[in-house]
């Protein structure tokens, strides 16, 4: 069964409507403290966590006694910068209660199109992963207007998962998942625990079990899982409303929609991996290491001898012996410059070396894939 326990890194998002009370417009501190001890749980069991949370204009025009009724763009900008901030806090507080760092991360679609912009956001957030922080990302709304933005958080968590590579995204939702038709007004409408492929006929679907208490309806989560699903990342879609819906799918005790992409998301990665056209570099690797990646090893920072080429953390990079024989192909984890500095030192060292608690490998063996 799928189950979120094998996760490496999640991004999980949170709509409006359940991070905050409808009837009094604040957040509902109970849930988010249930959430936010969810996500301490899993960062202990070695998973990263990306919080992708809408909420800002929702909050601020409660904050700024906005009328009811739909806003001027101009308005939920400033709503949204208001209520930004609120958000941005409620999560700092929440999880330093677990001695965890927040970091806001503020993105619009031309972060997510433009390469350079691209690679700068995935940057940032793969430093921030590696320091052990939790990003919680927003659409940049104050400054985004109609042409440019996301509009919905499910195609930007997407975006954020594919950026970043994540293995896991999770939709929470108003809703526990996909069904054939909508399930308040239509009592035919079947639920689908699991999709590997997004058809016209699922399409059509979507279009008539639209959730209309948030933004993005079924057909935003669909684009979401198209996004996800050409990534490698699979996706579910499930209902956040009660305290604890995290605790409950890790758990298994509550049902979901998956999205699976083809074969597992490590194969999925794996193939990424393979296909990459390009490396950023070269890490020469020993003996020793040479015996542990044929035996499916990781590939530890105390086997490389040698180290070429400009690469980021999380870029493809190349691992050949030292007669130049390709042996492998994988996702590095540390900066070149890091690189340099653990390279040929126990695992044990790094924490003193670079002054902070990286990654024991250099390359883990989920993300390698041997010649
Ligand atoms: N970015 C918007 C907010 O924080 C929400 C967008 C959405 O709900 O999908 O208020």
New binding site residues.
Partial sequence: MTSLTSSKRLVVKI??SILVDEAKGRIRRDWLDALTDDVARLHKQGCEVVLV????????RTHLKLASGPLKLEE?QA??AT??IQ?AHAYQAALARHGITVAQVLLTLDDSEQRRRYLNARQTMATLLGLGAVPVI??N?TVATDEIR?????R?GARVAEMISADTLVLLSDIDGLYTGDPRTDSSARYIPEIREITSEIEAMAGAAASNL???GMV?KLIAGRIALAAGCRMAIADGRQVGALGALIDGTTRCSWFLPEGSPLSARKKWIKGSLTSAGTLVVDDGAVRALSKGKSLLPAGVTGIDGEFKRGDVVDVKDRTGRLLARGLVAYAVEDARRIAGRKSAEIEKLLGFRGRDEMVHRDDLVVE
């Fill in positions: 709509g409006s949370s809408s909420g800002a204009i929702r909050l601020g939920s709503a949204a209520g930004q958000l927003n659409e709304d996301f509009g919905d958080n499910d930007l948030s933004n993005g935003t």
